[in-house]
């Protein structure tokens, strides 16, 4: 069962394939909370803040990163094994975006 | 470049993946070769049997199956450190409760990070003779294993008849129709196994591992800083063995120092090298609900209480 799975009544968020900004992450609540994080700091940025969650292994790997959570932006990473919250986030994607 | 043979080691706790690999790696004495330990606790009980070899290269992973979401990177980032060792053999061993349905998806993550490095020559998968029936009864990890190997090794064969045998192939055969079974007896398998192509008896394609975080086990320590007297310590284990998928540990019993192996309803003394302190492995059964028996049992026995850890 995936992160984003509709089963999850709160905090479900819509993974959107092709997303300027990714949360490469597994299933584990470090991950869940980055990725809620990540969309409320690119909400109250005014940014459009569809996020893509990458689950796939290989895509992961293929970004270089060998932990998670990672946040991904415009295909460059810029936080890697590193859980956030909002305040966080929305100073990374401050110097970021 | 010649590709390293990676083998995965799966089967049930207590069925002798630790054994056969300590056989194979004997055969395999004066080659290079990599072993990736993974256990459910946060000791590496088996890593400290193998670690003697100057030849032999070992990443243990803890704390979980590295088939579960929250381990499987750490499992490709293993296999990417390992693949610069120049090693020919790599076996990776993963824990008794370790589901490896998911093996092709970490092979292809690590080939995305290393290349096309490995050659996956497939999945040895120990079956315990004694315990199989009851064990996979209890957990569909069990049925995982063997539905995802190329060889099922029925082992502890020395301690079960004929008949036992032929139920057991015809269990395994429910499951996996295509592996290839053979016997196992005092912890032993042909090494020739090796050179043969077991990629001909895959059977299931690729799944989703039913390893997570929220099912994992409960994993509990025990510790124990004084010399332990045998008739107690045996009665403690005899009292919540059926509570437990395994326990494992090393004792300063007596003076001399065990390996202690409970397996099913098996509790097994073996002699070993010294150790810094006494520790015991437990995998519950029955989730935390073990931590009130052990309360009870070890004081009811010690008169005192246990120096128990999460």
Request: with cysteine; aromatic share 8%; net charge negative.
């Amino acid at each position: 069962m995936g992160l984003f799975s509709k089963n999850k009544k709160d905090n479900n968020i819509e993974s959107i394939k092709g997303a300027r900004v990714k949360v490469l992450g597994s299933s584990c609540e470090n991950c869940h909370a980055t990725a809620i994080a990540v969309k409320a700091a690119l909400e109250e940025l005014g940014e459009c803040s569809d996020i893509e969650f990458v689950e796939d292994l290989a895509e992961i790997v293929a970004y270089g990163v060998m932990t998670t959570p990672s946040i991904v932006i415009d295909d460059k990473v810029v936080s890697k094994g590193e859980t956030l919250n909002k305040k966080e986030a929305i100073k990374l994607l401050k110097e970021e975006i | 470049m010649k590709k390293i043979k990676l083998y995965a080691l799966t089967g049930f706790l207590g069925s002798g993946k630790t054994t056969i690999l300590k056989n194979l790696l004997t055969n395999l004495d004066g080659k290079k070769v990599g072993v990736l330990q993974n256990e459910f606790g946060k000791l590496g009980i088996d890593g400290e049997i193998l670690r003697k070899d100057d030849d032999l290269e070992m990443i243990e992973i803890n704390k979980g199956s590295i088939f579960c979401s929250c381990l499987k990177l750490s499992f490709v980032e293993a296999l990417v450190e390992l693949s610069t060792k120049n090693i020919e053999y790599l076996f990776v061993e993963s824990s008794g409760l370790a589901d490896p349905s998911n093996m092709k998806e970490i092979l292809k993550a690590t080939a995305v990070a290393s290349g096309d490095v490995y050659e996956f020559e497939g999945a040895i998968c120990l079956v315990d003779a004694l315990n199989f029936e009851e064990q996979i009864a209890d957990l569909e990890t069990v049925e995982r294993q063997l539905k995802h190997c190329n060889i099922a090794v029925i082992s502890k064969m020395d301690l079960v008849d004929e008949e036992r045998y032929e139920s057991l192939v015809e269990h395994i055969r429910k499951i996996n129709p295509v592996c290839r079974i053979v016997k196992s007896y005092n912890g032993k398998i042909d090494f020739d196994l090796l050179a043969e192509d077991l990629k001909q008896f895959s059977w299931a394609e690729s799944e989703e591992t039913t390893n997570t975080k929220e099912n994992k086990p409960k994993t509990l320590f025990i510790t124990y800083d004084k010399e332990m007297e045998k008739e107690k310590f045996h009665k403690f284990l005899e009292s919540i063995k059926d509570k437990c998928y395994r326990m494992k540990g090393f004792f300063n019993i007596e003076g001399s120092w065990n390996q202690v192996d409970v397996v099913g309803t098996t509790i097994n003394y073996e002699k070993c090298e010294s150790k810094d302190s006494s520790e015991l492995v437990i995998i519950s059964k029955i989730g935390p609900a073990i931590i009130k028996p052990i309360f009870t049992e070890w004081e009811a026995i010690f008169g005192e209480k246990p120096a128990l850890k999460n």
